[in-house]
């Protein structure tokens, strides 16, 4: 089912299949501002990537002495979440262990997500508990796609993506499949606040940025300044992604994580994959992604 919060700047539509947001509407001109989900392309808008980012090495994980097969970044966006709370400008969803989550991944928690709007933005918060387990680790991380261009009077090349500081971001390579390599490292660009938005950005896939020191990055419209601008403070990893399904571009994803693929020759033990956090019982962990639509 479909919930909607709204002020006097944006209409909020979330999904509680996954707990996805699938429309942020700019109540002043009409326009909306997330990616469609067109299936030819990509038929998702914003999913939840929980409880790994990325692909597992060889499909499956191993915990509590048995082995689990699992697809690319967890099941959170997959199942029906649960609205427990509604008010003019938030909306709460949770997620708890069931039957359907214990054949994935047997450990037993609960992912709340909140979207609270705050004037021109969207905050998400994502919280997970773990009420039970002796240790619960977990990966965790956002993939919201933003309508690109703005309008139909822009093409590809009058965007860019900025920085609010000189950057050199380093990414880590999981080409060819998806995994980790642990070799190949590389400048996307040196010395600079901005990447040039073209339909070749992402030919080879996302890129996946590390240890960056800006508090934001923004997709900008060259010639107005509109941007969307994403609130990536404090997350170690950040990926900027888009579909080479379709060309010109139709979207482009900023995606703040917490935690990494698996590694092409690394261990399926799920004590051994690197986390997010590591919850003692009832211990609780969150972040949250502000998204501002200046547009």
């Known amino acids: ?10 209409r909020l539509t979330v999904d509680s299949h996954g707990a996805e947001a699938v429309s942020v509407l700019n109540r002043h001109t009409g326009a909306e501002m997330l990616w469609q989900a067109d299936p030819a392309v990509w038929g998702r808008h914003a999913p939840i990537l929980f409880p790994y980012t990325g692909k597992l090495t060889g499909g499956k994980l191993r915990a509590k002495g048995m082995e689990y ?13 649960t609205l427990v709370s509604q008010t003019g400008d938030t909306l709460v969803f949770e997620l708890h262990a069931d039957r359907q989550t214990l054949d994935k991944w047997p450990y037993a928690f609960v992912l709340r997500s909140t979207f609270r709007l705050e004037g021109k933005a969207v905050a998400h918060t994502l919280t997970v508990e773990n009420p039970v387990e002796e240790q619960l680790r977990f990966g ?34 999981a080409l060819p499949n998806g995994l980790l390599n642990g070799t190949n490292f590389y400048y996307l660009a040196r010395n600079t606040d901005t990447i040039p938005l073209t339909d070749e950005l992402f030919d080879n896939d996302s890129h996946c940025m590390v240890n960056l020191r800006s508090a934001s990055l923004s997709i900008v419209e060259k010639d ?42 690394g261990p399926i033990d799920w004590d051994q994959r690197p986390c997010a956090a590591s919850l003692a019982k009832g211990e609780s962990w969150s972040t949250t992604l502000t998204t501002t639509f200046d547009r």
Not at 1 to 10: A, C, H, L, P
Not at 70 to 80: P, S, T
Request: charged share 25%; aromatic share 12%.
């Open 1 to 10: 089912m479909r919930y909607t919060i709204e002020n006097q700047d944006i």
């Open 69 to 81: 097969a699992g697809g690319q970044h967890g099941f959170a966006r997959d199942v029906e979440h």
């Open 140 to 173: 965790i991380g956002y993939h919201p796609a933003f309508a690109v261009p703005f309008d139909d009077a822009h093409k590809t090349t009058d965007y860019e993506l900025r920085f609010d500081r000189l950057e050199s971001p380093l990414c880590v390579s």
């Open 224 to 265: 107005t300044g509109r941007r969307v601008s994403c609130d990536i403070q404090g997350y170690p990893y950040v990926l900027i992604w888009s579909s080479i399904k379709a060309k010109p571009l139709r979207f482009v994803c900023i995606e703040p994580w917490h935690s990494l693929p698996g590694e092409e020759n």
